[in-house]
């Protein structure tokens, strides 16, 4: 019987082990930090507002004093200024402690004075369990205390939680303006009737009329949309609060701005701000429809995005999660830890609208061109152009799916007409030389780029405009460019990086241009 006691206490450590060591992933945590001002006298004093949430399941646990299990993060914020990193205040946030582990979210409200010359914040998260665990999250500040402008601007916060204060609360740091506010760390709304948001304007050294203006729209500083915006007059010096609540349920699923903006009676722009956020309205809205007469009753059309019709429905799921890890290292910090919770608790719905928000708020500003190269895996740098004839298929697919996001399509391509035809009836905008070989013989026989003229005509003949790129050079760009018929775009990379470390960046992109004139 002892043995098997022993063997049993054994197993229980054992699954301990295995149970502790499964939290001691990279701590995931969102974190969104405001920028505020504290008025004394006539100046400004900076500071932070971090809100954050971290998610326990990668957090492991350590015992107190009395027996109990408790998840303990070291919380240190910095602030970079002109001569470095400067911690403005480490503490150790703790979780509820229980006898069976129990994990419940970790929430945090932190505010900070900041070095007036501060350019950026940072948190460094250390899971006391193991030090080895951390997450490293940073933002930048742009802080501005310019006692000659009549305005200044806070950030604006989306307000997760609002409500009265009563006797019982004890957090002054969650008091605002006379409210209990508990700021949104995600911007992710998630089917939310209203939205409430919070921004300060400090009014120095005026007493004019201040006109301000706080909407929502598609785009920063665009119009407004359904009418959602209020107007606030302000007079004279002081710090005024701007806390509104604008109803939502009818917005579709998508991205979207807050915008704050304060004007002259002349309606000259003094000071702007905006905030970026998403919504994800999963409920269609749609008129109700009586029953005894629906013959002349008309449904309303739905404000909930119908991604069936959208470029993301040709996707599976496995697919779907390839995208997620492929955007990955491309992504913002808020992006990062909304792609690590999808794929560690993956929901296809959600994951689609991601997707789809994710691309739509970068394909309006760009890109306006996307590139096709056909680089496989172990191909240190482009050195083939496509064959076309052997992957129509799938260049016919990948063609269609970008012209349809208005993004203009490109083909990495050798000069050779037989393929520069099929990429003209594959739908392909524009193509792009490959130019090595031109590169590689230009010093000794100039006349190599002959096949290129050639091509050139060719392709403008199809309907097709002209890029060239990869080895192109101060040596041989301006040869390359006098003999071409046409040459719409150059797409340099290696060779400029090299001279910009002789003749400095600027200058460089300076002798470039030169060479296209």
């Known amino acids: 019987m002892h043995k098997i006691n022993k063997m049993q206490k054994s197993i229980s450590i054992i699954l301990l082990f295995i149970f502790l060591s499964a939290r001691l992933c990279a701590i995931e945590g969102l974190h969104h930090a405001s920028l505020f001002y504290e008025k004394n006298e006539k100046q400004l004093v900076p500071y932070i507002e971090i809100i954050s949430e971290i998610n326990p399941k990668t957090l492991g646990f350590v015992k107190t004093k009395i027996g109990q299990w408790q998840q303990q993060v070291i919380f240190q914020i910095d602030a970079r200024t002109d001569t470095g990193w400067t911690n403005l205040k480490t503490y150790i946030l703790k979780g509820m402690e229980s006898d069976s582990m129990q994990v419940a979210p970790l929430f945090d409200l932190n505010r900070v004075y900041l070095p007036i010359k501060s350019s950026a914040c940072r948190i460094v998260l250390t899971d006391k369990s193991n030090i080895q665990n951390k997450q490293i999250w940073e933002d930048s500040l742009q802080i501005n205390i310019d006692p000659k402008e009549p305005v200044h601007l806070s950030s604006i916060q989306i307000i997760d939680k609002q409500g009265p204060i009563d006797s019982n609360m004890q957090e002054a740091i969650f008091f605002k303006n006379g409210l209990y506010q508990i700021p949104n760390a995600s911007l992710f ?282 080895d192109l050079s101060l040596e041989n760009l301006s040869y390359f460019k006098q003999h071409m018929p046409r040459l719409d775009e150059v797409s340099i990379g290696h060779a400029l990086i090299s001279d910009a470390l002789y003749y400095g960046i600027e200058n460089t992109i300076h002798l470039y241009k030169r060479c296209l004139d």
């Open 189 to 470: 709304l998630e089917n939310l009737k209203t939205l409430n948001c919070y921004a300060e304007s400090y009014q120095l050294n005026t007493k004019d009329t201040i006109m301000y203006q706080l909407y929502i729209s598609k785009k920063a500083y665009g119009d407004a949309i359904n009418n959602l915006i209020y107007f606030d007059t302000l007079y004279g010096e002081g710090v005024y609060v701007h806390q509104k609540t604008f109803p939502i349920s009818q917005l579709k699923s998508g991205n979207y701005y807050l915008n704050l903006v304060a004007n002259t009676k002349e309606n000259l722009i003094l000071a702007k701000q905006h905030c970026f956020f998403q919504i994800l309205n999963t409920a269609p809205v749609v008129a109700p429809v009586k029953k005894e007469d629906t013959s002349s009753e008309e449904k309303l059309p739905a404000t909930f995005l119908n991604l069936a019709t959208t470029f993301i429905a040709k996707y599976n799921t496995a697919q779907l999660k390839a995208i997620m890890k492929m955007i990955a290292p491309v992504s913002s910090p808020l992006e990062k830890a909304q792609i690590k919770q999808f794929l560690s608790e993956p929901n296809d719905t959600y994951i689609r609208y991601f997707l789809y928000n994710y691309w739509e708020k970068r394909n309006k500003t760009n890109p306006a061109q996307a590139t096709l190269v056909p680089d496989g895996p172990t191909v240190l740098t482009s050195n083939a152009g496509w064959d076309v004839k052997a992957n129509e298929a799938a260049l016919a697919r990948w063609i269609e799916e970008i012209k349809s996001l208005g993004i203009r399509c490109s083909l990495f391509m050798e000069p050779n007409h037989e393929q520069i035809e099929r990429a003209a009836k594959l739908g392909a905008d524009r193509i792009e030389f490959y130019t090595g070989p031109y590169a590689e013989q230009f010093p000794l026989n100039p006349e190599c780029i002959k096949p290129y003229v050639d091509a050139c005509t060719f392709a403008v003949e199809c309907g097709l405009e002209i890029n060239a790129g990869h």
